[in-house]
């Protein structure tokens, strides 16, 4: 059985990392609190999903900027600076926020223009707290290490949602808000206590711009981190509905906000239970190829999420849908982070960072649009298929990731 469980042994065995690790997880319990409430917010203002999509496509530039700016700094200052700032801008963000919801006449576009801004941020911390976690643990623990950010943002995935569901119907939208504000006080207080993460000495002058290029030229050159990139696009862009979310819940199921929350906790629950049991990931050895797979297996449990309409049958499918991508998130973090050289650790993370958060809001957007002029139903089941299509093509044109073995 150990074999098969999580190991944990980089929390037992290593103080700074248990600090990260904290930090992340409780900071994470208020982040989903927040993306639920953000698309639940702008729904009920507009009952359009349509909106649901925009707002994302609006956050995308921001959180873009902000993960490339962010890894960047990260290759030429100390990142343990950059997370500290970075923790308190969001706090002040999410606090905005929540006085926003409870004012009585609140906006759409201040709601937007806070969820951007926070967007940018997140964006900005991220690829800092990614990058951290080989300069604090060792090699061979890498996929343990990446393993646990799993069960971290899975268990947040599965709670948040959840209970935000509960207080958005309870309290009112302006809880999940300053809950979210009040964990990253905490994250702030938690990583204080890591070392200095200095950047790389011969890196610290480089411009800005250039730094930024010279990430994106190492990209081009690198046929295994494009993969690593696209087959993520592919199964978030096409076949991630969560936009549709708030539609499926109100109008498919006849629900109301505690429907909502169960949607999008539902792939957090299968992703925490496969995050729980993904001790044997680290004996695999055609590492692409079940990256590949997995996103097919995706693909498929999207297109009959669309296809049935009972509320549980739609659970069990994001559920199994969620336990897949834990697989894929694992394996791609463990192949890029093995696939690149330290000095542009940062600036990979950042565009990992804008792929894997970026992708979701295209997605959005994606599922939105198709939604609005054809339905609900239709968007989701093409978007499924798109998506086993897609990752097809992708392998063939990149069959060194499918090909891809540890020895």
């Known amino acids: 059985m150990p074999r098969l469980l999580v190991d944990i042994s980089p929390l037992r065995t290593n103080r700074e990392f248990r600090f990260l690790y904290s930090g992340q997880m409780i900071s994470l319990l208020g982040s989903n609190l927040t993306i639920v409430a953000v ?72 709601l937007l223009l806070l969820a951007a801004l926070s967007a940018g941020f997140a964006g900005f911390s991220g690829p ?39 207080l958005i119907a309870s309290v009112g939208l302006y809880s999940c808000y300053a809950i979210d504000a009040i964990t990253f006080g905490v994250l702030t207080i938690l990583t204080f ?128 849908a969620g336990a897949m991508d834990v697989i894929s998130t694992v394996l791609r973090n463990t192949i890029l982070q093995n696939a690149i050289t330290d000095e542009f650790r940062s600036r990979i993370s950042s565009i990992q960072m804008a792929v894997v958060t970026g992708g979701p809001r295209l997605g959005d957007v994606e599922s939105g649009v198709v939604a609005n002029y054809t339905s609900t139903e239709f968007s989701i089941v093409s978007g499924g298929i798109a998506c086993i299509v897609g990752v097809i093509v992708l392998m063939r044109w990149r069959p060194t990731f499918w090909r891809r073995e540890v020895i």
């Open 39 to 110: 698309p639940y917010q702008v729904y009920a203002q507009t009952n359009s999903s349509l909106w649901v999509g925009l707002a994302s496509l609006i956050q995308l530039p921001f959180l873009i900027t902000g993960a490339l700016w962010g890894g960047a700094m990260g290759d030429r200052v100390d990142k343990r600076v950059l997370m500290i700032i970075s923790a308190v801008v969001l706090g002040l963000t999410s606090a905005a926020l929540a006085i926003n919801a409870q004012v009585h006449d609140h906006h759409l576009v201040v």
């Open 128 to 166: 800092l707290r990614t990058a951290a976690i080989p300069k604090l643990v060792a090699p061979e623990q890498l996929v343990a290490a990446y393993s646990l950010n799993q069960v971290a943002m899975n268990s947040a995935v599965v709670i948040g949602p959840a209970v935000a569901g509960v």
């Open 193 to 320: 206590p890591l070392s200095a993460l200095p950047a790389a000495a011969e890196h610290a002058g480089t411009a800005m711009f250039r730094a930024i290029g010279d990430g994106f030229r190492y990209v081009r050159a690198h046929a295994v981190v494009q993969a690593v990139y696209l087959v993520d696009l592919n199964a978030m862009v096409f076949g991630l509905p969560r936009a549709l979310f708030p539609a499926v819940a109100l109008t498919l199921y006849h629900g109301g906000p505690q429907t909502v929350g169960l949607l999008y906790a539902a792939p957090g629950a299968g992703a925490l239970v496969m995050a729980i049991v993904t001790g044997w990931i680290a004996r695999v050895r055609r590492q692409g190829r079940l990256v590949a797979l997995v996103v097919i297996a995706w693909g498929a449990s999207m297109t009959l999420f669309g296809l049935v309409h009972v509320v549980y049958v739609g659970l069990i499918c994001l559920a199994v």
